[in-house]
Each structure stands twice: as structure tokens, then as C-alpha cells.
């Protein structure tokens, strides 16, 4: 009896430590596979945060480059005060604000290809306004001149003229 | 280990829809993004087309009693239009320059006045330079009385040279707005011609009235102004005036001049009366237009030609309109009225190839003209302007359909300028031209032109123009005009050892649905030039040292496609719009000045302009009055073919109430030809008995006249004279042979000579019988036996039959006619017949 008692109490013992590892190994499996699953979940939101993000800003950066858009509204010639110059007005017709960095102009009159930049630091043009500066170059009458507009947005635009 | 399960399900499950939601908000993201791209574009898309649709239209300058900067800006477009600033720059003076700020939105059709815009005090004396910008960027730029910029297309004729001492002349200046920058010319005003009088400084010039009109309201390129002045020069024989006219505020140097001589006018002799004559011509004979004759007999000027209603009766002769500015004029001696309604002159002309500065540029190896201005079956056959072009068998042919090109692509007004014009849909549509000595390009300079209309719907590279050679290689030789993908004009040419030169446009997108002239040159230094629109700037140029070799093409041609192998067009490379006037010179390079001229040379509506005008004038060619004057009419081009065929009529018409031309007066037609940089010169055609219809012989078809103009009469005295009566009643009448004479009277001496009547409508008249019955409105024709100074019925010619016969000379004619009318009166009826020359 002794020995068949204590047969059954040992199968008893075994049967109950069987149940109390599945339950450990299921809660360790479950944490770990919430853990990776959070991880997982949270890695992906991040990832497709920065995703969204990058998408956005080069969405934006693009269609704003493309949106942009600058008119020569008129380009004079002035040889006061001293020395010669031109005065350009420039027009945004565009749906952005946009800034004028630089302002190339170059002779191509004859062999003559000297450039003259002109950096702005003030350029600034909003929607349907306009903007004028002086840009300075030593011009002399019949020169035929290339201006070159360079904005913050990396857009070139560019045109020409002849000293009257 | 159920539950566990269970729980492991619902974890994988909360897990899964996390994944899910976050993959489609992901995507929902994406979507949406691409949506707001979609969105960004097409709003882009709009701006851009609305910035395309956008015309307003300066028209008018002025400025009002206070000296105030007035006119009309009207929007011309079909979307609203939003003006804002509008630029002033004074002519001459750099540091002086005025920014108005507009702020005035126009609605379609709508106009606003500048003189409630801005306040300005403009100077007429001066000229500005004017801008009008537009809020989507638009800008209108236009010279107010300033043509000063570039020097004008003056000219100055005086019409008549020559004149009586103290008789009037016109001057009239005409300027052609030829500024290559395509400005508008504002507020044009002539100065006053200056006047010297070099050979006599006794000889009076007086101003009787002009300008007329005082300015031009505006010039848009291309259009010609005409001023007019009215002078009176006083002197003795061979004096002359010479006069020298200029605009205001015009170009320095930029004058015309012209002057007036006074002569002798050498006047024909005076008719007399006649009433109611169809002359001595079989009616048979006679037309109801008015034909242009190539003979001046009896016309008042040794330089004016007949004009009447006779049948051309002779080969033909062609006149240059430019130095003959021709006058036609009737011969006087019948009162006729001409019904209200149209005068239609149909002139069949030819216009020439080239304007005079490039007249002779395709003489050197030939070249290929192809205008386009015939559809159909014409395109082999009239489309052959070639120059000295002789293929390997025999006259080449230019322009013959293939693929997908026929008819129904030929549009007859579709150019550039109103003249015919080609589409091409970019699948399979194409024009071959034969391979040819005069378009081998070789080592020779070379031209090609045209126009284009690329269509804004194409892509890749459309090819105008590709001349090649099949060695199955790509980049074969070639010779060619192409639109790249980049949607920029390409001229290239290549030879088989990979060098190429090649000259592409940047900046403009030319495929925009509009009209763009190329030209693409081969230089003396075996660079290219590619030139666009006239600019005489080249767009590009390129100076590889390799276009110094010969370019060898063993193929045909193609416009509309690119050449791959065989005669075959690529698949992609199809023409998608429409082209005009495409050009090739062999050995000639165009220089940059015969570029712009080219380019402002209208091959479509207005080639020449003419200066019309109908007068009454009295028997020697001295006007009596202006019926109507057309200044400037621009006239169709003309294509001709080289072989010197005329093919085709223009009409000059005019509206015009009822006019009476007096029995001692002539109908005068006159063609001034206006002269400027880029017209084309005019050769008509008259009196060419082989032309019929289609074209037709010059003339003027006048509306119903009541009696037909006096024709010029000659009459050769070996044969019988046939005299061509109607009779107006108010009576029938029989005509006898008592009394029934022609009477010729010598205008050079006291003789006359007259004429025994012979029959009437074929019935011999004797003392026996009369004429059968006239009844009114009949026209009769009298047959005479020949004049003489002693009448007689001696028959034929010769021998003593010639005695006393009438000599060669010019006669003034009447008809005497004997008979009784149907009242059972004696009627005898004179006639005049007016002058007659007799050989």
C-alpha cells in the first residue's frame, strides 16, 4: 500500500510539476513574444513615422521648387550713383513665398565672358509681390548681358539684356 | 494548455490587427499623399494653361489736352486678367524710370483706360519705352512714338514722278514695322518731308495738305503705315524737288527720299463724242470684264496700258509690279454707269521665291522649296519649287505622300500666316523628298528653314527634317531637324566617324501648339548655327572641328519622320503637329540678317501690299477724281513654279456705289507697288489669250454696266471693216446703202477717208435692198468696204484698188447711218467711234 501510496504521491508530484512548467514556458513565451511584438509594433511606427516624414519633406521640397515661379518684370540701366548699374525688378507669380540668394550677371558680349555675383541676404519675395535691387555691374552702352537669378530653393532663372 | 492557447491566439490576433491597421494607414497615408500630389500637379497645370490663355492687348496710346498718358488695354483672352504694374522708361535717358502700380482686374472682352490708372505726364516730343505686366507673369512690352530702337522699313514714293509745272504729286512714306523684337509701334508720327531743290533754287515747293493720316494709333509687326502729302512744285522743265521723310523720334539715319520732276505729260489726241458704239470688233470678241491689256496705243501715257473689254488678243507679257507700278486705262468716247457692287480685280500673278535680300541665295546648287499650298494631287506636281534639282532620274519630286500622309492632312489656311500648311499626327504620317543634287549637303555649306507647330501632346524626339544614310548603324550620316524630348529644338548633323555637331535650343518649351520658324545653318567654318523665330542671335551654335567632313547621304529624305534603314522611319521618332514652308539650300549659308528677313517674309496673306486706286481721268490721263484708293492691300502669296507657270488669281475687291464714267472720260486702274525689306516681288500676268479659267486672264469684273466701254480699235486696211453697232431705239429702223458711210479723219492732217457700206448682219445692201429690220435693243454689225479718199466698193486689195486707199496712222472714226424707222420717218444717225489705228 506504503509502496503503491507513495507511486501514486510521486505520479502526482510529477504530474503537478509537468503543469507548473507549461505554465511557466507559456508565460515566458507570451512575454517574450509580446515583448518582440511591442518592439516589432513600435519599430514599424517609428520606422513608417520616419518614413512619412521623409516622404513629406521631399514632397514638399519638390512641389515647392516646382511652385516656384520668378518673372524679370523690368531691368534698367542707372549710372547714378556712381558706378554703373542695373536695377532689377523681380516678380513672384508663383503660390509660394520664395528668397533670392544671388543674382549672377554676366557680359557675353563678344569673347567677353566676365561674371559679376551679386549675394542678397534680403531677398525675400512674398506671393504676388515684388522685389528690386541694384545689381551692380560696371556695364558700357551695346554690352550684351546675361542675369541670372539663383533662389533659396536651388531654382535658376535667367535672362537677357542690352545696354542701351 | 487550451487556455494558453487561446491566449496565444488572441495575442498573434491583437498583434496581427495591430500590423494591419498600421499597414493600411500606412497605405491610406501613401494614397493620400499621392492624392495631394495628384492635386498639387493638376492645380500647377491649371496656373500654367491659365497663364497660356492670358492675351491682353495694348490698343491704343495716347495722350489727352493735358498732356496725360491715356489708351485702352482690353483683355483679348478668354479668362479675366489682373494688371498690375505697368513700367515708363524715357527714351535716351537710363536713369529715369517709372513703376505705376496698376491693381486692375479686366474681365474677358473688357477694357480699362490708362488715364484712370496712372497719372503721367508724357512729353509728345519724346518717346517711351512701355511695360505692362500681368499678375500671372505676362508681359506686354511696347514703344510709344519711339521707333528709334532699330531702323524701320522706310519708303518714299512720289506718285506721279513726273508732273505739269504747278500741278499736284503725292508723296507717300510707307513703314513697315520690321523690329525683330516683335514690339508693338505706338503713336507713329511722320515729320514732314525736308525739301531741297538742287538744280534750281528758283523752283517753288508748296505743301497742299498732309499727313495724312497725322499718326498711326499703333503698328503691330509687320503691318505697314502709309502717310500721304500732297505737294505742288513750280519750275521750269526738268526741275525737281526732292524730298526726304523720317519719323519722329525715329532711328538716326533712318530716312527715305524720293522726288518729283516737273515734264512735259505726253498726251494722245483728243476723241470726240460717240454714243452708244460697241466699237469695230465683232461683239463676238468681247467680254464683260474689263481685260488688261498688254498695248498702250491710244492710251493717254506711253506707259499706261489699254484696259477694255476685248478678249486678251495677244501671247502674254508679264510685268514687274515693283518697277512698273502699272496703270490700266479704258478708252474714252462712250458714257458708261456702272451698277453699285462689287469691283473684283482678278490679278493672276506670281509672287517670287525670295524677298530681293535673298533673292538670288538659292542660285548657287539649287534647294528645295515646299509651301504647302496645294493639297491632294497637286503636292507632286505644284509643291516642285526646286532650284537647279535633277535626281538620278531626271526632275527630281519633292514632298510625295507616304505612311499615313494624304489629302485630309492638308489644311488650306492652316499656316503660319494664314497660307496652307500640313498636320502631322505623330503615328505614321510623313513626306519623302527625292534624294537630289540640290539636297546632298556633302561637303558643301547648307540651310534648312521652316516652320513648326509642335503639338503639346508629343514627346520624345519628333523629327522635321532627317536626311540620312542606311549603313545600319545608328549614327550614320545624317543632316536633321528634330524636337528632342526635352522639348527643345535640335539642329545636328553627323558624319560616319561619330562626329557630330549639334546645336539645341534650352529655356522654351517648343512644343506649346504655336507657330516657331527655324532655321538651321551650316556655316562657312562647318560650324552650326540654329536660329529660332527671327532672333538674329543664334539659339545655339557649335564649332567641333569634325563638321568639316563630308557628310555622304544615300537616302531619301524624310519630313515629318527620321530615317533608320531602307527608306524606313523609325517607329517613335513620327512628327506630331504641323509644318509650313519647309526650305533647303545646298552650298549656301544664310547669313544672320537674311534669317530675320526670312522670317518676317509672309508667305500666307499679306506677301505684297499694293496700293489700289480706280480713278476718272480725262482723255489725257489727268485725274478727275478718286472712285476709291486702297493704301497698302496686302495680297496673297502666289506660289509659281520655277519653269515661270502662272497657277493661280487673287482678287483685289472694292464696294463701290453707282459710278458714271463721262463719254470724255477713262476709267483708270492703278498699282502702286509698296515696297519694304521683306516683300516679295509681284509678276503679273496679262493678256496671255492661252489663259481661260483657272487662272484667268487679269481683269476687272465690274458689276452691269449700261454700255460697254469704248474699246482701243485697230483696223487693218487690207480687209473690209466691221464696225459693231446697238440700237437704242426708241424705234425699230431699216438701214440703206444711200448716205450709210465710216468717215476716218487723220489726226496728224487735214485728210479724211471714207468708207462705203457693204452689208448689214450679212445682207448685201444695194439700191435694191435695205438692211432686214433692227429692232431696238439689236446690235448690228456694218461691213465696209475699205476707206479711201474716194470712196468705192473695189475689190480685192492691190492694184489699182489701193488708190487713194487710207494710210497707216491714227484715225478718229464716226459712223454715218442712213435709213427710216418703223414711225416711217428718215432717220440718219451719227456715231462716234472714237480713234482708230489704222495699219
Known sequence: MRNRFSKGLSQTRVKNRRGISNVVTSGILLSAISIIGVMMLGWSNSSILEQKQEIETVFNTNINKINEELIFENVWFATTPSPNHLNVTLANTGVLGLNVTEIHVTNTTGTNNTTFINYLTDGGIQKANSFSVNATYAWQSGDELDILVLTDRGNQFITQVIAP | ?839
Not at chain 2, 515708363?88 to 502700380?101: A, M, P, Y
Not at chain 2, 466699237?279 to 470678241?285: E, M, R, V, Y
Request: charged share 20%; hydrophobic share 35%.
Open chain 2, 1 to 839: 494548455m487550451k487556455s494558453h492557447r487561446a491566449l496565444s491566439s488572441i495575442v498573434g490576433t491583437v498583434f496581427l490587427v495591430a500590423i494591419v491597421i498600421s499597414a493600411l494607414s500606412y497605405v491610406s497615408y501613401s494614397l493620400d499623399t499621392m492624392g495631394n500630389y495628384s492635386e498639387l500637379l493638376i492645380s500647377e497645370e491649371s496656373r500654367l494653361n491659365e497663364k497660356k490663355q492670358e492675351v491682353f492687348e495694348v490698343q491704343s496710346i495716347t495722350n489727352n489736352s493735358a498732356s496725360k498718358l491715356d489708351g485702352v488695354i482690353k483683355n483679348t483672352g478668354e479668362i479675366p486678367v489682373k494688371l498690375t504694374t505697368l513700367w515708363i522708361d524715357e527714351q535716351g535717358v537710363n536713369d529715369v524710370v517709372q513703376k505705376f502700380t496698376l491693381d486692375s482686374a479686366i474681365s474677358p472682352g473688357n477694357s480699362v483706360n490708362l488715364i484712370n490708372l496712372v497719372d503721367y505726364t508724357i512729353d509728345p516730343a519724346k518717346g517711351y519705352n512701355m511695360k505692362v505686366v500681368s499678375s500671372r507673369g505676362e508681359v506686354n512690352s511696347f514703344y510709344v512714338n519711339s521707333p528709334n530702337q532699330q531702323p524701320l522699313d522706310l519708303r518714299l514714293d512720289s506718285l506721279p514722278k513726273t508732273i505739269p509745272d504747278e500741278f499736284e504729286s503725292t508723296l507717300l512714306l510707307s513703314v513697315r514695322n520690321n523690329m525683330t523684337n516683335d514690339n508693338l509701334l505706338m503713336n507713329l508720327k511722320p515729320v514732314d518731308p525736308l525739301t531741297i531743290v538742287p538744280n534750281d533754287v528758283n523752283t517753288i515747293v508748296t505743301k497742299v495738305d498732309g499727313p495724312i493720316p497725322a499718326s498711326y494709333p499703333s503698328l503691330k509687326p509687320g503691318e505697314t503705315a502709309v502717310f500721304k502729302w500732297t505737294y505742288t512744285v513750280k519750275g521750269d522743265t526738268d526741275d525737281y524737288a526732292e524730298f526726304t521723310a523720317q519719323l519722329e523720334n525715329g532711328f538716326a539715319g533712318n530716312t527715305a527720299t524720293d522726288r518729283i520732276t516737273i515734264g512735259e505729260i505726253k498726251l494722245a489726241t483728243d476723241a470726240v463724242t460717240s454714243f452708244s458704239s460697241q466699237g469695230f470688233n465683232p461683239l463676238s470678241s468681247s467680254t464683260q470684264d474689263l481685260i488688261l491689256h498688254q498695248e498702250n496705243l491710244l492710251a493717254p501715257l506711253s506707259s499706261a496700258y489699254q484696259m477694255d473689254q476685248k478678249l486678251a488678243d495677244a501671247a502674254g507679257t508679264s510685268l514687274s509690279i515693283k518697277t512698273t507700278s502699272p496703270d490700266f486705262y479704258t478708252n474714252n468716247g462712250t458714257a458708261v454707269e456702272i451698277s453699285p457692287g462689287k469691283w473684283n480685280a482678278t490679278l493672276t500673278y506670281m509672287s517670287a521665291a525670295f524677298p530681293d535680300s535673298l533673292a538670288t541665295s538659292m542660285d548657287a546648287k539649287g534647294g528645295i522649296i515646299l509651301h504647302f499650298d496645294d493639297g491632294g494631287a497637286g503636292i507632286d506636281g505644284n509643291e516642285d519649287n526646286s532650284f537647279n534639282c535633277v535626281s538620278d532620274t531626271g526632275k527630281a519630286k519633292f514632298a510625295q505622300y507616304q505612311g499615313g500622309m494624304s489629302v485630309s492632312n492638308w489644311n488650306q489656311f492652316g499656316g503660319p500666316q494664314g497660307s496652307g500648311s500640313y498636320s502631322f499626327d505623330g503615328v505614321d504620317d510623313f513626306f519623302s523628298v527625292e534624294r537630289a543634287k540640290c539636297n546632298e549637303v556633302k561637303k558643301d555649306l547648307a540651310t534648312i528653314a521652316g516652320w513648326f507647330k509642335a503639338s503639346s501632346s508629343g514627346s520624345g524626339n519628333d523629327y522635321i527634317y532627317y536626311a540620312g544614310k542606311d549603313n545600319g548603324a545608328t549614327a550614320a550620316d545624317r543632316f536633321s531637324v528634330k524636337i528632342d524630348s526635352s522639348n527643345n529644338v535640335v539642329f545636328e548633323f553627323e558624319t560616319d566617324d561619330d562626329t557630330a555637331l549639334l546645336c539645341a535650343s534650352s529655356g522654351t518649351n517648343y512644343r506649346d501648339n504655336s507657330w516657331h520658324h527655324f532655321v538651321g545653318v551650316r556655316d562657312a567654318d562647318y560650324s552650326c548655327k540654329l536660329y529660332l523665330d527671327g532672333n538674329t542671335t543664334p539659339a545655339a551654335t557649335d564649332t567641333n572641328s569634325g563638321g568639316v567632313k563630308e557628310i555622304k547621304l544615300d537616302k531619301h529624305p524624310l519630313i515629318g519622320a527620321r530615317l533608320t534603314q531602307k527608306d524606313i522611319p523609325s517607329g517613335g521618332d513620327f512628327f506630331q503637329g504641323s509644318l509650313d514652308d519647309i526650305m533647303y539650300w545646298q552650298n549656301y549659308a544664310l547669313s544672320a540678317t537674311e534669317v530675320s528677313d526670312l522670317y518676317n517674309t509672309n508667305y500666307g496673306n499679306a506677301a505684297h501690299t499694293i496700293t489700289f486706286t480706280y480713278s476718272r481721268t480725262d482723255p489725257d490721263g489727268v485725274n478727275l477724281g478718286t472712285i476709291t484708293n486702297d493704301i497698302a492691300y496686302p495680297m496673297n502669296f502666289s506660289d509659281g513654279k520655277r519653269d515661270g507657270k502662272f497657277l493661280k488669281s487673287f482678287n483685289y475687291t472694292s464696294l463701290l456705289p453707282l459710278t458714271t464714267i463721262g463719254a470724255q472720260e477713262r476709267l483708270k486702274f492703278e498699282m502702286l507697288y509698296v515696297d519694304f525689306v521683306e516683300a516679295l516681288q509681284m509678276t503679273l500676268r496679262i493678256d496671255d489669250n492661252s489663259l481661260t479659267t483657272n487662272p484667268q486672264n487679269s481683269a476687272i469684273d465690274l458689276p452691269p454696266t449700261n454700255a460697254t466701254f469704248q474699246p482701243f480699235q485697230i483696223y487693218d486696211n487690207n480687209s473690209e471693216l466691221t464696225a459693231s453697232v446697238v440700237s437704242n431705239g426708241p424705234f425699230g429702223s431699216w438701214i440703206t446703202k444711200g448716205g450709210t458711210r465710216a468717215i476716218f479723219n487723220d489726226t496728224a492732217s487735214d485728210l479724211s477717208y471714207g468708207a462705203l457700206i457693204k452689208s448689214v448682219n450679212g445682207t448685201i445692201l444695194t439700191e435694191n435692198q435695205d438692211s432686214t429690220f433692227v429692232a431696238i435693243g439689236d446690235g448690228v454689225d456694218l461691213i465696209f468696204h475699205r476707206p479711201k479718199l474716194a470712196p468705192d466698193n473695189c475689190w480685192p486689195p492691190g492694184g489699182s484698188c489701193d488708190t487713194g486707199l487710207i494710210p497707216p496712222g491714227l484715225y478718229n472714226a464716226q459712223i454715218l447711218i442712213v435709213g427710216y424707222n418703223d414711225e416711217g420717218n428718215e432717220n440718219t444717225w451719227k456715231i462716234s467711234m472714237g480713234n482708230i489705228q489704222v495699219n
